[in-house]
């Protein structure tokens, strides 16, 4: 193949690179190789292809525009790259191989490079043909960034100037359907990636270094400005708890996970399981009582294994728990209304709240009853819905939802704890006695008794 036997020679490796008909030749040939009959495949037609793409995608010419049309003639071999949202599938062999060979930063230069040649202007055909591209490249990179495992190189994009890349859409007017779909990484793809510590700390670096682009007046003229400002909230937001007491106080309060027990205090005062370092208790007795009757003897090893299979890091997840509890106070007396109304129209059936940040990242808290989404299973799921029943009301089971893959993938259950079961036992009671019909509901008195339920009493304490 072409990198092995032209590799040492770097004259003409560097010739035949800069030459666009190359390209348009190994895109053909990867479409061939891979749309052959069976009998006539090579042996391991995937080492062919990994083989040519580390011989050419390296240094910037490959994100000239020429060569990103070449790189994306491999597309159609892969089908998970051709459609971008809802399908749940991870990435296939192409995807993999663009992953392996680091083409997010070039995608990503490739979408500067061609914003800039857009916005300088030139000849109509040509301009046509290179929007083209960038709408191309932006699909292709997308698809890269919301499937598995590329999703993972979310940073490398902002640190590759995407923010840049996106902003730089208000200077090429003549182009209202590439505006759009750049505007479609404001408005969709990067929120959705706001919930991961390590985006956000790139995150705040990138916002900075395009300062004097978002706050030029062409810029907030712009059909980009309304869905980039709604983005440039919720970043704030989020970086705003990420550096704030919040997450430190979330970080630091933990509840002991005897549920006969369930005491919160300063996570520094409390033991972990040695065997699966999930679980933490109060005292040695809690430890002991919920190994015997509590079911952690069972849940033990399986909760070890099923965290192996869906690995959160813990950073992550100090700031889903404080992202958690700060939406829910920001909205609990809302919250309390939709889990009244819940219980009114399901009486006596358990439930659990999702906390679905899949839609633009922003969060839309609903109850759900057990069981009415399949994909919520496993051992520790049903461990935990068991303990919920057992908790007499100071116990309750958050859903975090940060992808809407199909196989539930994107589903994190964090359980919610009070020390004291007042708040349940105040919303049993007004469901009960507003069993009549809601429309005939007063309001003013639902209003003021779920207000004062939303005020915490003294020593009364509640965390994720």
Not at 59 to 75: H, K
Request: hydrophobic residues 40%; proline residues 5%; contains cysteine.
């Amino acid at each position: 193949m072409f990198s092995g036997k032209f590799h040492n020679d770097r004259a003409s490796y560097t010739l035949i690179k800069s030459t666009p008909a190359f390209w348009s030749i190994l895109g053909d040939a990867w479409f061939h190789i891979t749309q052959a009959p069976e009998a006539d495949l090579p042996p391991r037609p995937a080492v062919w292809l990994f083989a040519d793409l580390s011989g050419f995608i390296e240094g910037p010419e490959a994100a000239e525009p020429n060569n990103l049309t070449q790189i994306m003639e491999g597309v159609a071999i892969d089908p998970s790259l051709d459609h971008i949202e809802g399908t749940g599938l991870p990435l296939g062999t192409y995807g993999l191989a663009l992953l392996s060979e680091h083409v997010v930063p070039i995608l990503t230069n490739g979408l500067s490079t061609g914003m800039r040649v857009l916005a300088q202007g030139g000849d109509p055909g040509e301009m046509h043909t290179i929007a083209g591209t960038i709408w191309r490249t932006s699909n292709l990179l997308t698809v890269l960034l919301v499937k598995s495992p590329g999703n993972h190189n979310f940073t490398v994009a902002l640190k590759s100037g995407l923010l840049r890349a996106v902003a730089a859409s208000a200077h090429i007017p003549d182009f209202p359907p590439l505006q759009e779909l750049l505007a479609h990484w404001a408005d969709v793809v990067i929120p959705r990636h706001l919930l991961f510590h390590e985006v956000l700390r790139a995150l705040g670096p990138a916002l900075e270094d395009i300062a004097d682009v978002v706050t030029a007046d062409a810029f907030r003229q712009s059909a980009v400005y309304e869905k980039w400002s709604t983005f440039h909230s919720l970043a704030h937001e989020h970086l705003q708890i990420l550096d704030s007491p919040f997450l430190d106080k979330t970080r630091a309060l933990r509840a002991c996970d005897n549920v006969e027990c369930l005491t919160i205090q300063p996570k520094a005062l409390f033991e972990r399981c040695s065997g699966c370092s999930s679980f933490c208790y109060c005292c040695k007795a809690c430890q002991v009582s919920d190994w015997r009757v509590g079911g952690h003897r069972n849940a033990c090893q399986s909760c070890d294994a099923e965290a192996r299979e869906f690995h959160v890091l813990t950073r992550d997840r100090a700031f889903f728990r404080a992202l958690m509890n700060h939406d829910y106070q920001k909205s609990k007396i809302t919250v309390l209304q939709d889990e009244l109304v819940f219980r009114h129209t399901h009486p006596g059936e358990p439930y659990f709240l999702i906390y679905n940040y899949s839609i633009k990242g922003v969060v839309k808290i609903e109850p759900h009853l057990f069981g009415s989404n399949q994909s919520l299973s496993g051992f520790t799921w049903t461990d935990t819905v068991s303990r919920v029943a057992r908790s007499k009301g100071r116990m309750r089971l958050d859903v975090l939802v940060f992808t809407a893959d199909a196989d539930g993938a994107g589903w994190l259950a964090i359980p919610f704890r009070r020390n004291t079961a007042r708040v349940d036992i105040g919303l049993e009671r007004l469901a009960i006695e507003l069993r009549k019909n809601r429309d005939t509901w007063d309001m003013g008195y639902v209003t003021k008794v779920l207000a004062a339920l939303a005020l915490p009493e003294d020593l009364e304490l509640e965390t994720h």
